[in-house]
């Protein structure tokens, strides 16, 4: 093992860390092997079926090392993903973090706070820099409170107002903020009064591995045109109106296509009992992030779809850039940032996704026109890949973020 510096000493505090799948473990990696002594602070993994994952015990604390990575590890509060559920949840980890934080935190020169739902996950890093003066940096995966309004968990006039005041105090305790779509940088500016906090723009990046292996999984019959979605299956990834689109496709253009959906989430079961009607639609479940390229590899065109609503105008979803490293035309059924850069860089195509004729034609177009939009949109990515999203690049911005 190569030697530690024990001035590097960082802490990472999130909700989620491996073996869930998501960014932040790549960075502790990536810091690991730049000889910081790196720590994550999170709870018994849990994402995202809403149970702890086999081989783990829910206790209320516990400690494991992973990789050189020393992993302190909370209770998490199980359950089905309902509303009440997730609040539950959402305190749970912000009490019990908390205190682990302030417990262990005294030792370490940075903290990072990887917030990637709930605000109340970076309660304790908040803490660490209040009390102890630790030098922070939070990582702005979605916009609070914006998103829990779209959500529609904070309809009353005391509740929002309670959230807004929240939100000011937790995203005003930071000075260093990377955030992974340029759009929530004029919202978190509000908060702040007077000195101005230093702001990154720090996108999630797309994966190398995704084109790394020539093996191939077979979809379902090779003459269909395959459309693809791949990732958290909710109410907002709109999916509704893409299964109803396909659904209105004339008999002729339906036999020609599948509709593919990857992943797992809170809705999934109520979009099975949609897709009866339609044999040509196939739900493969959760799928490894390492495979997932599998199947995008033999898709012919990605779906990208959210619903209509302001906060999700602002964001950069994170399957954007896996979608971008599959050289595949992307069909944006969203409004905003991703939607100006599919138009931008002639990534693919787009549509209001509220707009079910709309979605149609868009199907219509790819179903006729799908060799000369294969061979168009292709190839457009390679600017996005190489510079805006790529994986090396963000990651030294991030660590030089965190030190500086």
């Known amino acids: 093992m190569k030697s530690i510096n024990s001035s590097k000493k ?47 015990k829910n206790k209320l604390f516990q400690k494991e090392i992973v990789s050189n990575v020393k992993i302190y590890r909370v209770f998490s509060y199980q359950g089905e993903n309902n509303t009440l559920v997730k609040i539950f949840r959402y305190l749970n980890f912000m009490i019990l973090s908390s205190f682990v934080a302030l417990f262990i935190g005294r030792r370490f020169d940075h903290i990072f706070g990887f917030n990637v739902g709930p605000l109340t996950d970076m309660v304790p890093v908040v803490l660490l820099n209040k009390i102890y003066k630790k030098d922070a940096t939070i990582w702005v995966q979605d916009l609070w409170p914006d998103t829990v309004f779209a959500y529609g968990l904070a309809n009353g006039f005391f509740s929002r107002k309670f959230l807004h005041i929240f939100s000011g105090r ?51 019959d090779d003459k269909k045109i395959q459309f693809t979605f791949a990732g958290n299956i909710g109410k907002f990834q709109n999916l509704d109106n893409v299964i109803h689109a396909f659904q209105s496709l004339t008999d002729e ?32 479940g959760m799928v490894e992030r390492k495979n997932i390229f599998l199947y995008l590899n033999e898709s012919d065109f990605l779906i990208l779809s959210l619903r209509d609503l302001p906060v999700f105008h ?6 954007f850039q896996t979608y971008l490293a599959a050289k595949k035309p992307i069909l944006g059924l969203i409004k905003g940032e991703v939607s ?12 209001d996704p509220e707009d079910t004729n709309g979605i149609i034609n868009l199907l219509e177009n790819c179903i006729k026109n799908k060799e000369a939009l294969i061979s168009s949109f292709s190839q457009k990515n390679r600017m996005l890949l190489e510079d805006q999203f790529n994986k090396d690049k963000v990651l030294e911005t991030i660590t030089k973020k965190i030190i500086s």
Do not use: C, H, M
């Open 10 to 56: 960082i802490l990472i505090v999130t909700e989620n860390f491996y073996p869930e799948q998501f960014k932040i473990n790549d960075l502790a990696w990536y810091l690991r092997d730049k000889e910081f002594e790196v720590s994550v602070l999170t709870q018994n993994p849990i994402y995202p079926y809403g149970r702890v994952f086999k081989g783990y």
């Open 314 to 319: 602002k964001t950069i979803p994170a399957k």
């Open 253 to 284: 253009d339906k036999d020609k296509v599948q509709l593919n959906i990857i992943g797992d989430g809170s809705y999934l079961k109520k979009l099975k009992k949609i897709k009866v009607k339609n044999l040509n639609i196939v739900f493969f």
């Open 170 to 220: 937790v995203y005003g305790a930071f000075q260093k903020i990377l955030i992974s779509s340029p759009g929530f940088e004029e919202d978190l500016l509000k908060y702040f009064k007077e000195k101005k906090p230093n702001i990154t723009f720090a996108p999630n990046w797309a994966d190398k591995s995704l084109n790394s292996d020539k093996k191939r999984i077979l979809l379902g």
């Open 340 to 351: 100006d850069l599919i138009n931008k860089y002639k990534l693919g195509l787009t549509a």
